[in-house]
């Protein structure tokens, strides 16, 4: 199975209501615009994006990196706190146009920052004339990650077995053919998956997590916030799904 397969199947779960999203009545107020200069910028020495033995950093060239401290819920500041990481490709070009480009990742669930290198090529264009800026977003790898032990050990059990490049082509992931529609796909996400979700959704409650947090609004908020931060003015969205 699939990382995107799997991603699909937890994204079922939720809008089947099968895992609720506890205290629904304190999620972000829409209609209030946040305060979004409550937000604290924690530079560091980006080696957050080393990865066992490799290490990145010199081959991304001219970087920045670091957190962002934002509180988890974007209308009541004084509350949980949470860590945005981020990372800056600095423009390659003498004079930078002001306006960087900000890259939302797919997902979301997506860690740009855990592959930078491979979107510093992607970017590499765009590179020449401004600053590129990379985001985890809230919950995700490098951004106060949301982990469970039973979610992650289900993950683990699930995974397919290593297979040898030099073996010839991969085969091409399939669904049963018993799962003839969406209905049937549903409830076989419901059977696999429902109670390790359950299970992740009241473990990270009773650690004080509010997922009601979790949210497209939320992110969007960070970006912003980030965005001022790091004392741009303007922006482009580069946005992939």
């Known amino acids: 199975m699939t990382w995107l397969r799997r991603s699909l199947i937890g994204m079922m779960l939720v ?4 895992v609720p999203l506890v205290r629904a009545t304190a999620a972000q107020d829409t209609l209030t615009p946040a305060d979004l200069s409550d937000a604290t910028l924690q530079p560091s020495d980006c080696a957050s994006l080393v990865q066992g033995d490799d290490d990145p950093r010199e081959r991304l060239g001219d970087i920045a990196c670091g957190t962002l401290d934002v509180p988890e819920n974007w209308s ?5 706190r949470i860590q945005i990481g981020y990372l800056v490709l600095k423009s390659t070009a003498a004079q930078p146009m002001p306006d960087p480009v900000v890259f939302l990742a797919g997902g979301p669930g997506s860690s740009p920052l855990t592959s930078a290198e491979v979107w510093s090529r992607f970017f590499a264009g765009l590179r020449n004339d401004r ?10 790898r490098l951004s106060s990650p949301l982990r469970c032990e039973a979610y992650t050990r289900v993950m683990a059990l699930s995974l397919p077995p290593e297979v040898d490049p030099s073996a010839g082509e991969l085969a091409t992931t399939s669904y049963p053919a018993d799962l003839t529609g969406p209905d049937a796909i549903l409830q076989k996400a419901r059977d696999q998956y429902g109670p390790a979700a359950q299970a992740c959704a009241q473990q990270l409650t009773k650690e004080g997590v509010d997922l009601t947090q979790y949210t497209s609004i939320a992110s969007a908020n960070d970006a912003v916030a980030l965005v001022k931060a790091l004392g741009y003015d303007e922006y482009n969205l580069y946005g992939i799904s």
């Open 131 to 140: 600053d590129v800026v990379f985001f985890d977003q809230r919950g995700t």
């Open 76 to 80: 009541s500041p004084e509350g949980r």
């Open 15 to 18: 809008l089947s209501g099968l």
